[in-house]
Structures are given as structure tokens and as C-alpha cells.
């Protein structure tokens, strides 16, 4: 356990050090990058003050830390508020995304992986793969605008973009959703499909339980175990992963807000954006893995043994 | 004779993914022999006729030409990177594998540090750092790519290294590139074959995706996510530009990541969960 609280500071401490090193592998002299070619001279040296680029590098580096730990990220070059409201506004907005998503795509997906399974190399595992297969191979960008075709432009149900409306929401999530319920899906299958064989199953079988009890009771609870820890590192990845769908429908999350700021050139809401989404995506794999050796009766039951036999010896 | 002809492979619709992506690649090459597309104004978003069977873009150009030489931006950049990304990362990984000690924890800390930016976020910040444009797309999308190919690698490696006809070599004191080239790295080529083409598709996506942010391949080169960019704007008014890029770029991935499958099938390699 220490060793795996070790590994996540190492890679906190490794984005860290990507993304201030972001600013120095800009090609040229980072404050004539920011500032363009018309800035006075005057305002060059107070910008190059503001990011103490006059330090030492390893200096500049523990400063940069100590700066992010008290919560200054700095300021947007344009609309010169401070990035960390900036950033927490808009975090939120992915945030409220991601879970719907997540929500939409494990009401979709695991029922759907649970029925492939059950009906194994019949038609409703082949309409599954069909789904799932499809689903994976097109892009948010292709999948976006087809349900804005439909929904919003055919069907007139929901708003095409922006976040004017409660059910603006929905779009951006659907289309989240259902290439997460893809993924999902085929996750819930193969899980089940292992679980199946299992002694266990054959054991609730053998004393009779009807099979749905068996499946329910049995089966199920076994092969949730690997689907929760899938949901955790797609949810991680929502986080991130949002970037063409918010950019699609105008939804003012932090991935669209990253690719504004790229456009825009402007560096420290970049830098910030890369270093939120990154950090975000690993505390929730973190958590996740916790959860999961708290949850699976396995590896309790592991430990149990082993204190057993410790106290036999 | 007989016996040759029958231990040919018997075409059959099993075989459509490397059919599709033939398909694919040759249109690619006739990307090349056709002349740029002129813009002419008043053909602009025609819908698909006798003339232009895929129709006009947003400019008036014919969207068939324009498609192909798509194709060939978007097949060659995952080519080259997954060449590129390949070569460095099963090196390292290789030798980390095979070698372990130093080399072999330093390069896992620094692939654990690359794992940490999830999808795209990393070659979005290198294109960010880089600046759009085909060059930088393809070292953006190589400097994250070679990743996943160092830790397969590596792992393989790790297990092939141990193994009987390994120290057999070691003994009769063959050399180090000579153990690696011949008696580890024939055993690796299915799994990372395998992980190669689930990388390509994933690269066409990635490639596209870039591109559709207007962060990855500029005009007047035509790329599959720049089309897709333009084609989304004037859905309303010409749902045949969007339909044709769209499900060409969604037959593409689905064939490559079918053939994945087969493979994977074909050579029983256990799949990453």
C-alpha cells in the first residue's frame, strides 16, 4: 500500500514537473511567446519578474510548487482573472458532464453486457457486439453531431449546444455516454462470461436455486468486481476525455477551455488545464484501486488467511 | 500441389477488416495521382450527382479527391508513427526487460508519468508546444504513442528472458544484440503486432481529432478531422459532406480494430483488460 502511495506522489510529482517545464520547451524566449512581438520592453521585464524566469531553473521549480500549493496558478494573459476560479468554475461544469455520462453509460452498458452474456453467441450477443463494436469505432466527433442531427435538429427535443438551458446537458452527455456503455458492454460480458464457469455458480446451481437467483445472487456480484474498477478509470478519463465532445456542443467545461487557451496562446490556463486534468485522471485511478482491495471478499479474504496462519505459526 | 492450394487461406467474409483497409490503402495511393481539387463557386455544397459522385464541399470543390488524398494524410501519418513510436519503444522496453537494474526502474517511472495524462491531453499539450502542421502532429502523436509498445515490451521481455532456449544462448556466450535480435524479439512480434494495429486505429482517431480541433494538419492539405471540422458546420444545409467523411473514417477504425480482434484470436494473445 505504501509502495503504491509512493508511486502516485513520484507521478504527481512527475506532471508537476511537465507542466512547468510546459512554459521552458516553448520554442524561443517563453516571454516573447506570451507577450507577441509588440511588447515594450518595460512590460517583457515585469511579466519575466511575475514568472521569476530570472531564477535558476531549480529554483524557478520549487517556487512554481510552492506557488501551486497556495493555490496561485497565475492569471489569464486576456481576460487576466486568476486561473484557479477560472479553472474551478469550469472543472465543476466537466465534472457534472462526466457523471452524467457515467451514469448514462452504466444504465446502458452493464444491462446490455448482462444480456449479451446471457444469450452467449446468440442474437442478442451479436446486436451487443454490433453495438459496441460500432459505437467504439466512431469518434465523439462523428457520434456529437450525429445526435444533434437527430435530436436536436430532426427531432427538436434538446438544444443543439451551449448551456443556456437545464437539458442542455443531455446531448454532450448522451454522446459520452454511449462510447463509455460501449466500452462497458463488452466488459460486462467477458466478465460474466468467466464468472459463469466458475465452481460457485455450478454449486448454486447444483443446490437448486432457480437461475435467476443464480445469476443475480451469484454470478453477478462476482463479476461486478473488474466492471467497478473499469468505471472508476473511465470516469478518470470522462474527466479528461471531454475535450472534443465540449468542443463540439459549446458545453464550457475545462477540456474546451484547453483548447481555447491553446488557440489563444494562452500559456499559464494551458499549463493549468494539462496539470487539472492530469492530476484529476490519476487521484481517481488512486481512489479507485483503493476502493477496489476494500470491496473484493478475495483479497479480505487473503488477508484473513494470512493472519490466521500467522497466529497458528 | 493439391496440398498447396489447400493450405492457402480460402477468401470468405471473415476476411472484410484487411479488405477494407486494402480498400483503404489503395485509395490512398490514387490520392496521389489526382490533381488538387479547384474550388469553383457555383458548385458550393452540391449535393452527390452524375458529375461529382460525392458531391461538393463548402468551397465547391469535389469532395471525392479531396477524400482520397484525406485518406492518404491519415493512413501515412499512423504509419509513421506507429513506425516511429514502435522502434523507440520496443527498444527501450526491450532492453529494460531483458537487461532490468537501473535502466529498466528508470524507464517504468518515466512511462508511469506519461500514463498519467489520459486520451489525448499529451499530444494536445505537445501540439500546443509545437504548433500545428503535419511534422509536429507526427512527432506529438510519437512522443505519446511509443509508451504503451515500451511497457508491452518490457513485460514480454521480462518472461521471454527466462526462458530455457534464453540461457541456452547466454551460455554459449552469444551477445547481448545477438540474444535480443534473434532469440527474444521473434517471440515478442505477435503480441506487438497485435497492439500495432489496435494503435493504428487509435492513431487515425487521434490524428483526426487534432485535426478537428485545428490543431493538426493545416490547409491546403486535406485531413479527415479538417474535413470532418468544415463538414459539421454546413450539417444542416449538406448532410452528404459529414455522412462521407464521417463513415468513411468510422469504416476505417472499425476494419482496423476488427483485424485486431482476428489477430488477437489468431495468435491467442491474452487482451489487456
Redesign the interface.
Known amino acids: 500500500m505504501m509502495a503504491r502511495f509512493f508511486s502516485l506522489l513520484w507521478v504527481v510529482f512527475g506532471v508537476l514537473l511537465f507542466t512547468f517545464l510546459f512554459i521552458h520547451l516553448l520554442p524561443g524566449d517563453p516571454v516573447m511567446v506570451m507577450l507577441g512581438e509588440s511588447a515594450s520592453s518595460a512590460e517583457q521585464s515585469v511579466l519575466r519578474l511575475q514568472l521569476g524566469l530570472d531564477l535558476p531553473i531549480w529554483q524557478q521549480f520549487t517556487h512554481y510548487l510552492w506557488r501551486i500549493l497556495q493555490g496561485d496558478w497565475g492569471q489569464s494573459l486576456f481576460s487576466h482573472t486568476s486561473v484557479a476560479q477560472l479553472l474551478a468554475m469550469r472543472w465543476w461544469a466537466t465534472a457534472q458532464l462526466a457523471l452524467l455520462a457515467l451514469c448514462i453509460g452504466a444504465s446502458v452498458g452493464l444491462p446490455l453486457g448482462v444480456w449479451a452474456a446471457l444469450g452467449y453467441q446468440r442474437w442478442p450477443d451479436h446486436l451487443a457486439s454490433i453495438f459496441s463494436l460500432s459505437i467504439s469505432a466512431m469518434p465523439h466527433f462523428c457520434l456529437g453531431p450525429l445526435m444533434m442531427l437527430l435530436f436536436a435538429l430532426k427531432l427538436g427535443w434538446l438544444p443543439v449546444s451551449g448551456m443556456d438551458y437545464p437539458s442542455s446537458i443531455v446531448l454532450p452527455a448522451l454522446t459520452l455516454g454511449f462510447g463509455l456503455a460501449a466500452i462497458l458492454t463488452r466488459m460486462t460480458r467477458a466478465s460474466l462470461l468467466e464468472v459463469l464457469h466458475e465452481d460457485f455458480v455450478r454449486t448454486a446451481r447444483a443446490k437448486g436455486l432457480p437461475e435467476r437467483q443464480v445469476i443475480i445472487r451469484h454470478a453477478l456480484r462476482a463479476a461486478c468486481l473488474p466492471v467497478v474498477t473499469i468505471l472508476g478509470l473511465q470516469m478518470g478519463s470522462l474527466l479528461a476525455g471531454a475535450v472534443i465532445t465540449e468542443t463540439v456542443f459549446a458545453w464550457d467545461g475545462i477540456g474546451r477551455l484547453l483548447v481555447e487557451s491553446i488557440e489563444k496562446r494562452d500559456y499559464p490556463v494551458t499549463q493549468a488545464c494539462v496539470m487539472v486534468i492530469a492530476l484529476s485522471y490519476v487521484l481517481i485511478n488512486f481512489l479507485t484501486e483503493l476502493l477496489y482491495q476494500q470491496v473484493d471478499p478475495r483479497l479480505r479474504r487473503r488477508f484473513n488467511r494470512g493472519a490466521v496462519s500467522g497466529g497458528a505459526a | 500441389m493439391r496440398l498447396q492450394l489447400n493450405s492457402l487461406p480460402s477468401l470468405s467474409w471473415a476476411h472484410w477488416p484487411a479488405g477494407l483497409i486494402l480498400f483503404w490503402l489503395v485509395c490512398a495511393l490514387l490520392g496521389y495521382l489526382l490533381p488538387q481539387a479547384q474550388p469553383d463557386l457555383t458548385h458550393i455544397l452540391q449535393a452527390p450527382n452524375g458529375h461529382a459522385i460525392l458531391g461538393y464541399d463548402d468551397v465547391g470543390r469535389e469532395i471525392l479527391p479531396r477524400l482520397l488524398q484525406g485518406a492518404r494524410i491519415s493512413l501515412s501519418v499512423a504509419l509513421l508513427v506507429s513506425l516511429l513510436s514502435a522502434v523507440v519503444g520496443i527498444s527501450l522496453g526491450l532492453c529494460a526487460g531483458y537487461f532490468g537494474g537501473f535502466f529498466d526502474t528508470l524507464l517504468m517511472?518515466?512511462t508511469?508519468?506519461f500514463l498519467?495524462?489520459?486520451?489525448?491531453?499529451l499530444a494536445?499539450?505537445f501540439?500546443?508546444?509545437?504548433?500545428p502542421g503535419l511534422s509536429n502532429v507526427i512527432l506529438a502523436l510519437s512522443l505519446t504513442a511509443w509508451v504503451s509498445y515500451a511497457r508491452l515490451s518490457r513485460i514480454q521481455a521480462q518472461s521471454v528472458s527466462q526462458q530455457q532456449h534464453v540461457l541456452a544462448a547466454k551460455s554459449l556466450g552469444a551477445a547481448h544484440r545477438r540474444i535480443l535480435w534473434r532469440h527474444v524479439l521473434p517471440l515478442l512480434s505477435a503480441p506487438l503486432l497485435v497492439e500495432a494495429t489496435y494503435s493504428m486505429?487509435s492513431l487515425v482517431?487521434a490524428e483526426?481529432?487534432l485535426s478537428?480541433?485545428?490543431?493538426g494538419v493545416q490547409v491546403p492539405h486535406p485531413s479527415w478531422?479538417a474535413m470532418?471540422?468544415d463538414a459539421?458546420r454546413y450539417?444542416?444545409v449538406a448532410?452528404h459532406y459529414?455522412l462521407v467523411v464521417?463513415l468513411s473514417?468510422?469504416s476505417l477504425?472499425?476494419a482496423v480494430?476488427?483485424l485486431g480482434d482476428q489477430l488477437r484470436s489468431q495468435f491467442d494473445v491474452r487482451g489487456k483488460?
Open positions: 517511472r518515466i508511469d508519468i498519467a495524462f489520459p486520451g489525448i491531453l494536445l499539450a501540439a500546443a508546444i509545437l504548433g486505429a482517431i483526426a481529432s478537428f480541433l485545428g490543431l478531422g470532418l471540422r459539421v450539417m444542416l448532410p459529414v464521417g473514417l468510422v477504425v472499425l480494430n476488427r483488460s
